[in-house]
């Protein structure tokens, strides 16, 4: 599944660091632009994995699950 985020990137002295608009608390850094945002798609992936899973744990037994596309 392919999802596009907004990623805000600033140079702090010799490091990139960036965040996500839309994902609170994912964050990236590196030495490089391409390494800072690396970092950040993983972070986006290793949230959205964590919150799902989480979701998913929490539901109760009745519900049903549907699929969704947005875009």
């Not at 985020?5 to 030495?31: L, R, S």
């Not at 798609?41 to 994995?49: D, G, N, T, Y």
Request: glycine share 8%; with cysteine; hydrophobic share 40%.
């Amino acid at each position: 599944m392919r999802s596009e985020f907004t990623a805000i990137v600033e140079q702090d002295g010799p490091w990139h660091i960036a965040y996500c608009a839309e994902v609170p608390g994912a964050n990236g850094q590196g030495k490089t632009r391409e390494e800072c945002l690396a970092n950040l798609r993983e972070a986006i992936s290793l949230i959205l994995e964590y919150r799902r899973e989480e979701s998913l744990r929490a539901l109760p037994p009745e519900a049903t699950q549907e699929l969704v596309v947005v875009g």
